[in-house]
């Protein structure tokens, strides 16, 4: 069992309060009509599907119902760090395990 | 290499079996092949097998970063079947269930498929609607589904609960008798010893760490932990670690990758007499002929690469099993683990040239591509060798996800085993 921490809620919670959401920071296009095959391939099915280090969106469906991100590692599934929506990559070089 | 036939038996038996010779060399890498298959699954181990036997292609090299089927070939619940709706899929699927049928005459080795019939229970009405669609579309494509009332489920799976007031009252089921299961280790072995036989290399513990291209962009060979081999072609199958492979040759895939797990009871006497799933409470089970219940259902939420998985999903798993079969309320569970499974976004798999000349890819399996071994290999080996998709496979290739032309069985069914 995952445990993660919310940053809405401030808290270190299990897994089974929440539901993954995917990649983090990918960016919906500004101008649909001017995109590209290519890049509406990228926006929609491409995905970093990294080992090691991976952005990653989650949702506290079952406490705050809030959006946030994270930081895990996908080899160890540890979590590096969790941060609200919105905000830019953390830097991963200043990321050790932990709450953020 | 020794045949295996009843006198060869008798003749060890005899001898207290001392005359068995190695099924397959652990070969080195040479300097060059003309081709390099990346994973020793049964998917690459296939594909090498017809490389050589059908295409006459024997200078090949399957490469494992551990031993050979120990990915999720040796660690999958051996569902096959092939009643899926589409007809790009079924016709895939069916090509590979024509070849269990003979594979084991094929390969003088008994991969045990047994047509132990695979029985998909419906509990709804929606499900009802569904899988008679699922019925008729199969019907209409040549593949083997039909209809059991509540009644003949029970017939022809006697620990089912048929009662009306269970939690998920079984409403009737789709029943595909030509599917079951096989032996998943003796699939790889298989092909291994027939590859080996006419002459393919497979070296096992040798991770493939990048894969190396001309000034012209073409493929010139393979970095290994055992050094840079090289080769004409190289051919990737190295289903949850896709990705990471191809990435090195920047060729970017619509594949996440997922833990899957699964668990085994302890061995009991014969009892469940065929594969049965349910998509809405979300598992299946079968017994495997050494008497173990093996029970599944789907992916861990999260991607992972961490072969592992976590214990809500187990928790959840048994919990929909007792729920259809409260008789196994009691049973002890053995083990568990867990696979890396590559999943695409329309949940069907990838068999394709890539825009790097002499790089070809089969990935994309997912939870499911145990039934389709046979068939994968069958028609990548094809690809590989003609440098072209194999009619059965030329729907499958990666520019589907540009052109928008998906094979959507994500939205048609649910636990895709
Ligand atoms: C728990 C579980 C249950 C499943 N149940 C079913 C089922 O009931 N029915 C069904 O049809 N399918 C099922 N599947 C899916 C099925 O197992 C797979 O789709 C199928 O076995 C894939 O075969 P493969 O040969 O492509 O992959 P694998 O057998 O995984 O082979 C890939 C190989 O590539 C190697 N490799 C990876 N990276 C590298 C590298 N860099 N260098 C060298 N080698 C590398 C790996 O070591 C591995 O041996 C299940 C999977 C799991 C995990
Ligand atoms: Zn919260």
Known sequence: ?100 | MTRFNAFALLKNALNGHKGWTEQWPDSQPKKEYDVIIVGAGGHGLGAAYYLAKQHGITNVAVIDKGWLGGGNTGRNTTIIRSNYLYDESARLFDHAVDLWENLSQELNYNVMYSRRGVLMLAHNVHDVQSFTRHIHANRLNGVDNRWLTPQECKDYCPPLNISANARYPVMGGALQERAGTARHDAVAWGYARGAAERGVDIIQNCAVTAIRRNADGSVAGVETAKGFIKAKKVAVSAAGHTSTVMQTADVRLPLESYPLQALVSEPVKPIFPCVVMSNAVHAYISQSDKGELVIGSGTDQYTSYSQRGGLPLIEHTVAAITEVFPIFNRMRMLRKWGGIVDVTPDRSAIISKTPVQGLYVNCGWGTGGFKATPGAAHTFAWTVAKDEPHPINAPFTMERFRTGRLIDEAAAAAVAH
Request: hydrophobic share 35%; charged share 25%; aromatic share 12%.
């Open chain 1, 1 to 100: 069992m995952l445990l993660i921490h919310c940053p809405h809620c401030e808290e270190t919670l299990p897994e089974a309060e929440f539901a993954y959401a995917g990649q983090a920071h990918i960016v919906r296009p500004a101008d649909p009509m001017s995109q590209t095959d290519e890049q509406w391939e990228e926006f929609l099915f491409i995905r970093e599907n990294a080992k090691g280090a991976h952005y990653e969106r989650w949702r506290h469906l079952h406490g705050c119902g809030r959006f946030f991100n994270a930081v895990r590692d996908t080899v160890s599934d540890r979590f590096l760090t969790t941060y609200p929506s919105g905000t830019p990559r953390p830097d991963l070089s200043t990321l050790t395990e932990g709450k953020a």
